[in-house]
């Protein structure tokens, strides 16, 4: 008999598949965020495969993005959380600096750089900064 979901079946609800995860702002942790991404993902896969195979890829490249950037601008831990919803995956980082992020001109004779935020307007359907007294909070709603 088989165990898939059935077409009658409705998606997960944004519940079930709703995880933070706590860094305290180490290199490292760029790759740790990225792992911790990948379980997330690993588990709601399980349930509800992604649309297409690069949204997996596109999540992954986004949330080491961001973590890339706070290890690199934002002193002191930050938290990634993760969350399905309805037709995606909304993705939270906070930190602990209040300045917004701006695009900035890519410079290859300059070592690189400048790509990341353009990157992350162009793989995500939406993108947003909340700024508070403590820290920011960057939403990045992706397709899955």
């Not at 079946?9 to 860094?23: K, M, N, R």
């Not at 290890?71 to 993705?91: I, K, N, S």
């Not at 001109?105 to 939406?126: E, S, Y």
């Amino acid at each position: 008999m088989a165990t898939g979901r059935r077409w009658d079946e409705t998606p997960p609800s944004e519940d079930t598949y709703d995880q933070a995860f706590s860094f305290p702002g180490e290199l490292h942790n760029v790759t740790g965020a990225r792992l911790a991404a990948e379980e997330f993902l690993c588990s709601l896969a399980r349930a509800s495969p992604p649309r297409a195979a690069e949204y997996w890829d596109d999540i992954l490249l986004v949330v080491t993005e961001l973590a890339a950037n706070v290890v690199q601008y934002a002193p002191g831990p930050f938290e990634l959380r993760m969350r399905r919803t309805f037709d995606g995956v909304h993705v939270t980082m906070r930190d602990t600096s209040s300045i917004r992020p701006e695009p900035r001109p890519f410079r290859p004779d300059a070592g690189g750089g400048g790509i990341g935020w353009h990157l992350m307007h162009t793989l995500c359907d939406q993108v947003s900064v909340v700024v508070t007294d403590t820290g920011k909070d960057i939403h990045a709603f992706l397709p899955w």
